[in-house]
């Protein structure tokens, strides 16, 4: 556990690294403060078991009365209560303070920490997120930070506060009194001890199965919010319902466990601490020969003490049981998090950069790729040229590599051979950004969130850094004119969740002028028209075809009517290029590409 700590603290930001410094003397003054309050009590408690040490002129207490010019040794006590309870007042303000301070920090750290992975991930390329799932990294962004905030971080601190605490305390009874400052310490660590090793595999165990089942549950809310037309269609929701009620009774039990564990040994302690008193007692009467005078000062200070430090030994025994308990979370997160450090600092707006538009070609030279873990290549040396200001289509049945090719194309995925050029210039790392910020893409499934029409056009804009001239050229050119026309509010209108309320056509339309917002000159459209109807997809193409010839345009299809007006359409089959030419050519002379046209 100590490594897996040392782990954490060293993936910490150096900036949060040295709030803990000045938060850890902020602690070392609490303790002092706490130490300086039972001084003060038990000192008010010896006078009042022997006031005549006021009168006798010996001592510090005598010298005090003299000094103050109090006017009797009653007038006196009083000053020293109103001291020690003034010490008391100020100490539990000292603690809450750091308390406060404490849990403000360690909350503000969980809040960093997603921030930070939040900002890796949308940073991670294409092939990572194509090797995870989102409900996950959603899961990881807020639930397991969360968790680890709340179970590690945040008890960390307080772990750290009370052993300062317990150690300060103990130095100073220890100065009192030796022998029952080591027996005192012995009984409560080696109880604490035994009862920790006695519970700690059952809360390593527990907080795997918690992080297993808090990870099923955020892919069931993720399939059955994603999948909802379809469960209500076909009235399937009691599995999904099912399921989600089982994982979270299993959190919920693993988490009442750990709590259990942690909080259960509280009143064997109580029972342990107030017999222990008692046995004092009754070893300073027999000490004393039970004059209450003589021990009520060392029983004031040993009751002080255990009055401090019962609790602070509760808390390190429940801390360290939260933090064994929740270890999971950090292994789920360890490797995000080491990651992260390198992730790009955050910025309210990326830098504008002047899009690389086409003049000549785009060109693929012999490109081959195979995905992680793959049997198969995905693309196996193809080679193709799509002349600028042309339009293109790719064709292929369902796994012949016409996605993987569009990706290549887009920049979201490196080959592992070959070379993709621009006007013969090879695309490598520094005009990635240029291109990339000359393509307008259009996908089959087109994301909608649940802002504007305007604000979904202008996806990933701030709403104040949003271009208005641009936004109703886009809507212009993408024939949304009728639609916006006939909204209450126009472009402000909300289109819902996923654009709930949108029709297809309309849906891909926006994904359209999304595209031409950014001025692109390069059009790529990924099966955009196979989920439309054949009237709705004749009309989406008759838009797309008003830009043959005054920008480049891609079209990746699986129905072939869609790239019958197409200058040249590849032919994919297993990841290779198998043919080339125009519509009626292919469709004389490949059989394969006659029974996919239907024709």
Known sequence: MIADLRALYRLLEPRQRRRLLWLQCLIVLMALGEIVSVVAVAQFMALIGNPGRLTSGEGRMAWLYQLSGSASPEAFLLL???????????????????????????????????????????????????????????????????RLTQRIVIPCLQLNARLVLVVFMTTMVFLYNPWVALTGLAIFVGAYLLLYRTVRKALTATGKRVSRHQAERYQLMSEGFGGIRELLLWHRQGPYVQRFEAASHKVARGQGVCQGLGEAPRYAIELLAFGSVILLVLYLLGRHDGEASHILPALSVYALAGFKMLPAFQRIYVNVAHIRGNLAAFEVLREDLAASRDAPPPVSEEPSVRPLVPAVAIELEEVSFRYPRAAEAALSGVSLRIPANHMVGLVGASGSGKSTLVDILLGLLTP????????????DA??????????????????????????????????????????????????LDELVASLPDGLDSHVGERGVQLSGGQRQRIG???????????????????????????????????????MTVVLIAHRLGTVRHCDTIYMLDHGRLVDAGDFDGLASRNATFRLMADL
């Open 80 to 146: 020293m209560g109103g001291g020690a309870l003034a010490a008391l007042v100020l100490a539990g303000a000292c603690s809450g303070y750091t308390t406060w301070r404490l849990s403000l920090y360690g909350a503000q750290i969980g809040a960093e920490l997603s921030s930070r992975l939040y900002r890796d991930f949308l940073h991670r390329p294409w092939l990572f997120h194509v090797r995870h799932s989102s409900s996950r990294l959603m899961h990881k962004t807020s639930q397991e930070v969360q």
């Open 430 to 479: 520094a005009r990635l950004r240029r291109w990339q910020e000359g393509i307008g893409f259009v996908p089959q499934q087109i994301f909608l969130t649940e802002g504007s029409i305007r604000e979904n056009v202008a996806f990933g804009m701030a709403r104040d850094a949003i271009d208005e001239a641009r936004v109703l050229e886009a809507v212009r050119m993408a024939q």
């Open 416 to 427: 592992d051979a070959g070379r993709v050029t621009i006007d013969g210039v090879p695309l």
């Open 512 to 550: 359209i002028a999304r595209a031409l917002y950014r001025r692109a000159g390069v059009l790529v459209f990924d099966e955009a028209t196979s989920a439309l109807d054949g009237v709705t997809e004749r009309q989406v193409m008759a838009d797309i075809q008003r830009f043959a010839g005054q």
